[in-house]
């Protein structure tokens, strides 16, 4: 397929650390079979290729933490067909969304020897708190077949098949015991996407929310069984305000648990 005639994939960077736009290069034989499929039109941490646009599919890493970020954000939007956002700091800001608890200033002055020079806004959001968003794949990092999922899914013009369960169901699929029930491990497997393989559970852990929130939540009923398996408000309070702190789901619940 001659250049011209492949769909343009371009991928962004804003706050984060690099790592889910690493799993796309870690995808390794599955990155052939792209590279031939699409025209990398954008993508520093891989090539110095820097084509203007329009864009068929656009990843973006990373959540918004400046002015510029939303001016980017906004041009990206603009001349993308399809906008798709990778990761815990780009669906729900990231765990530098810590910062929405408490000001900024006090932040800046106790990090920077010139705060007066840093540029950035009181809080930290998701992609899609400024633009529209096609699909949010979840995680921290992101799941590499998930990844190759969503790709192709929009080459071929189909919705990406990207289960919504829990974390509950990969451990039933793996045939893991329960932490929980089995030793009484807290766990927020039972409010967390599904996509990590149930990482966590497997190794005798409990899991740490790193794919957000499932698409069915009930947190009302789960935090009661979080402080029966030994655990006070604070700890409750600490183990929701990770990755996903800025997920509604469980910046809400976190919330509540304060205020009770």
């Not at 794949?137 to 189909?158: F, K, N």
């Not at 990406?160 to 497997?189: I, M, N, W, Y």
Request: aromatic share 6%; net charge negative.
């Amino acid at each position: 397929m001659a250049a011209s005639d492949r769909p343009s994939l371009a991928v962004w960077k804003f706050a984060s650390c690099d790592g889910c736009q690493l799993t796309l290069l870690d995808c390794e034989d599955e990155l052939l079979g792209i590279a031939e499929r699409v025209e990398i039109s954008h993508f520093l941490e891989a090539s110095s290729a820097d084509a203007p646009g329009p864009y068929d599919l656009s990843l973006v890493e990373g959540s918004v933490t400046t002015q510029q970020d939303v001016d980017r954000i906004q041009h990206i939007r603009a001349v993308s067909k399809r906008l798709v956002t990778i990761g815990a700091c780009a669906t729900a800001g990231g765990i530098q969304a810590l910062r929405n608890y408490a000001d900024v200033a006090d932040f800046q002055a106790a990090v920077y020897a010139r705060p007066d020079y840093v540029e950035t806004l009181a809080t930290s959001t998701p992609i899609s708190a400024h633009v529209p968003v096609d699909f949010e794949l979840r995680g921290c990092p992101i799941d590499r077949g998930q990844l190759v999922e969503v790709i192709t899914a929009y080459l071929a013009e189909r919705k990406p098949d990207v289960p919504a369960h829990s974390v509950c169901f990969e451990c039933k699929q793996r045939g893991t015991v329960c932490v929980t029930v089995a030793h009484g491990t807290p766990c927020l497997g039972p409010v967390t996407h599904a996509g990590c393989g149930a990482l966590c559970p497997v190794y005798g852990r409990g899991c740490y929310g790193c794919f957000g929130p499932s698409n069915s939540t009930n947190f009302p009923s789960f935090v009661p069984l979080l402080r029966r398996d030994g655990m006070n408000t604070l700890e409750v309070v600490r183990v929701l305000r990770t990755f996903n702190t800025a997920a509604p789901e469980f910046d809400e619940a976190s919330r509540k648990e304060l205020e009770e």
